[in-house]
């Protein structure tokens, strides 16, 4: 059951934590490094200030990302 207004906070699959399965392209990391011309991904689309625009990360980048998700979900499963 959740609660609401709480995002669910599944268990990773069996096959562990992935990558995005899209395309990836060279481009700019919008995250974390904001290095150009890297390897990088579509990882969905953000919104700020009421303008939205596709999120790009590197590999190194949403690793990072989602490493933070799911001590963010640990530490919500431990209160």
Known sequence: MST???IACDAPTSEGRRLPDGPWATGT???YCRRSNV???WIG?????????PLY???????????MVWQYCAARDRA
């Open 45 to 53: 689309p953000v919104v700020s200030s009421g303008a939205q625009a």
């Open 4 to 6: 609401p207004g709480r």
């Open 39 to 41: 390897t990088v991904a």
């Open 29 to 31: 990391c919008w995250l």
């Open 57 to 67: 990360g590197c590999a190194m980048c949403i690793a990072e990302l989602d490493h």
